[in-house]
């Protein structure tokens, strides 16, 4: 089971460098907690973005592809990633700050009754807890 799972956003099947920021954020809170960090790929050809993104330090790297990710819908995304995150049950979920995560994110918060927290800059850990 991984504690912190980074869903990447999928830039013309590339990782978006907010997502960039994402992956280290969550690697370096991962060392310091000792909590283990996987990578959700997501859309049109996330096998590539999967392939990308597993050259980055993490335990576990997964993705979905489906033709209804093909094309950004808030519905569309916001259901996937509800979906992985009801069934890997991580402890925290890290997305990079992007207008895309703006609009779908606060869906899956509402949907899986999970906290959402955005514009986050800075942490301190408390005990073994950021």
């Known amino acids: 089971m991984m ?8 830039k013309n099947s590339s990782i978006h460098r907010m997502s960039l920021e994402a992956i280290s954020g969550a690697q370096q809170i ?3 907690c000792g909590l283990s960090v996987g990578i959700l790929a997501l859309g049109e050809k996330a096998s590539v973005l999967a392939a990308e993104a ?3 330090s993490v335990e576990e790297v997964l993705s979905v592809e489906n ?3 093909n094309s950004y819908t808030a519905d569309g995304y916001s259901a996937a990633v509800a979906q992985v995150i009801s069934a890997e049950n ?3 979920v890290f997305f990079g700050h992007t207008y895309q995560i703006r609009d779908y994110v606060p869906r899956i918060s509402a949907k ?8 986050v800059v800075s942490y301190t850990v408390d005990g073994d807890k950021p």
């Open 90 to 92: 991580p402890d925290y």
């Open 30 to 32: 991962g060392k310091e």
């Open 67 to 69: 033709e209804n990710l």
């Open 112 to 119: 899986l009754n999970r906290p959402f927290l955005n514009d």
């Open 3 to 10: 504690n912190i799972l980074v869903v990447l956003e999928n």
């Open 54 to 56: 597993s050259q980055y």
